[in-house]
Each structure stands twice: as structure tokens, then as C-alpha cells.
């Protein structure tokens, strides 16, 4: 019994050295291996793709343009050099819609009006346009390749804080939840239309302060128990 305990154990250790193998080779192959063709010259090509599955709703999109600096420095602060660039940017704003249950929605008999609670808006990973700018002013006396690299990186870095930030102020959340409260109730409503339930829909977000009309909710009832009274 021993033995095939070992023997059991020795194979389950030599399948994750394997796996563990595989992952970190494709891991390397993907971030680090650059492709080439038969003449041995490197290729623009997808070097790897994965489909997710997604119940997110997009809601709201901001977009401007970006004003990016960086600064660096070679031979203990003898070559200077900066960065400028202005680029297009975008932000999108989603409601994750997975988290969402019956209990999330109750039901105003009187008023027929259905209360959905939602997620609140999450802000979307930046996305700046490096491949459109339309300033790229670099200077500096001598700029080595390294030293450009290196701006280039902080520039990006730069831009992509400066628009997360913008994307994060107060006022652009309100709109984003605004411009997503107009779109689910647009996208309930005609649902249960469809369904032959014309009814008034109204969508809160569960980061918003609740006001002094909640008293005129009837919240003890949830769907079920409506549409339990309704079969």
C-alpha cells in the first residue's frame, strides 16, 4: 500500500512539473520570443488570443485627449532629457450584471413600478492611442536609444494615470451611472413589455446615497413573491 501511495504521489508530482513546464514556456514564449518568418525577419502577427465570457454592460464612454511628460536622466544628472506627447484616449464605464438576483428586485404594486437595485459602475482600463498622436516632442542634448525607451514608458504611464484620474472624478461617475440607469431601464422595461408586464422600471446603483423617497417603497415584497401571488 505504501508503495502505491508513493508511486500515486511520484506521478501526481511529475504531472505538475509538466504543467507547471508547459505554462511557464508559453508564458515566456508569448512575452518574450519574437516571431520571425522563414528569412529569419521578425513578423507583426497575433501572438496570442483568449475569448471570455462576459455579462458586463457597457453604459458610458469618456474621451478626450491627453497631455503625457516624462523626464529622465544619463551620467549622474549630466544628459537630461523629457517628454511631451497628446494623444486620443478612452474610458469605458461598465455594470457587471452577474451578481444580479430576484432579491435584488421589488415590486411597487400601487404605483406598479419595479425597483432594481445594480452593481455600481466600475471604470474600464484606459485607453490611450499612442498609435494617433498628435504632439511627440522629445528633448534633450543626446538621447540614447535606452533614454528614449525609458521616456516612452513613463510617458505612457503617465497618460494612463492622468486618465484613469479624470475617468474617477465625481462628476464623470455621475454621469456614467446616469447614462447607465437610462440604459437598464430601457433594457428591463422592454423586457417585460415583451412579456406583457408594461410596467414603470427604476434602477438604483448600490454605491448611491438613498434619499428620503425610499419610505414610499414597498420593499417586503421581492419578484418572487410577486409573480408567486401572480401564479
Known amino acids: 500500500m505504501n508503495n502505491l501511495v508513493k508511486s500515486a504521489l511520484g506521478l501526481a508530482l511529475a504531472v505538475a512539473i509538466v504543467v507547471a513546464s508547459l505554462i511557464g514556456y508559453r508564458r515566456y514564449t508569448e512575452s518574450y520570443t519574437v516571431a520571425t518568418d522563414e528569412n529569419d525577419l521578425a513578423v507583426a502577427r497575433v501572438v496570442a488570443g483568449r475569448l471570455f465570457a462576459s455579462s458586463e454592460l457597457r453604459v458610458s464612454r469618456l474621451s478626450g485627449t491627453v497631455q503625457a511628460t516624462a523626464a529622465t536622466s544619463r551620467l549622474w544628472g549630466w544628459l537630461n532629457a523629457s517628454r511631451v506627447v497628446k494623444a486620443p484616449y478612452e474610458v469605458d464605464y461598465f455594470v457587471d450584471l452577474r451578481p444580479l438576483g430576484p432579491g ?7 404605483r406598479r413600478t419595479l425597483l432594481v437595485e445594480v452593481p455600481d459602475v466600475v471604470v474600464g482600463r484606459p485607453n490611450v492611442d499612442e498609435g494617433n498622436v498628435t504632439v511627440d516632442q522629445t528633448s534633450g542634448v543626446f ?14 504611464g503617465t497618460a494612463t494615470r492622468v486618465v484613469e484620474a479624470k475617468a474617477r472624478e465625481p462628476q464623470n461617475i455621475l454621469k456614467a451611472r446616469e447614462n447607465g440607469r437610462v440604459a437598464l431601464e430601457r433594457l428591463f422595461a422592454g423586457t417585460l413589455a415583451a412579456a406583457g408586464l408594461p410596467v414603470t422600471v427604476e434602477v438604483r446603483f448600490a454605491g448611491e446615497a438613498r434619499g428620503s423617497d425610499t419610505t414610499r417603497w414597498d420593499l417586503t415584497r421581492s419578484l418572487e413573491e410577486v409573480l408567486g401571488n401572480a401564479g
Do not use: G, H, I, T
Open 143 to 156: 538621447v540614447s536609444r535606452d533614454a528614449m525607451a525609458e521616456l516612452q514608458r513613463r510617458a505612457s
Open 104 to 110: 435584488d428586485f421589488r415590486y411597487d404594486e400601487q
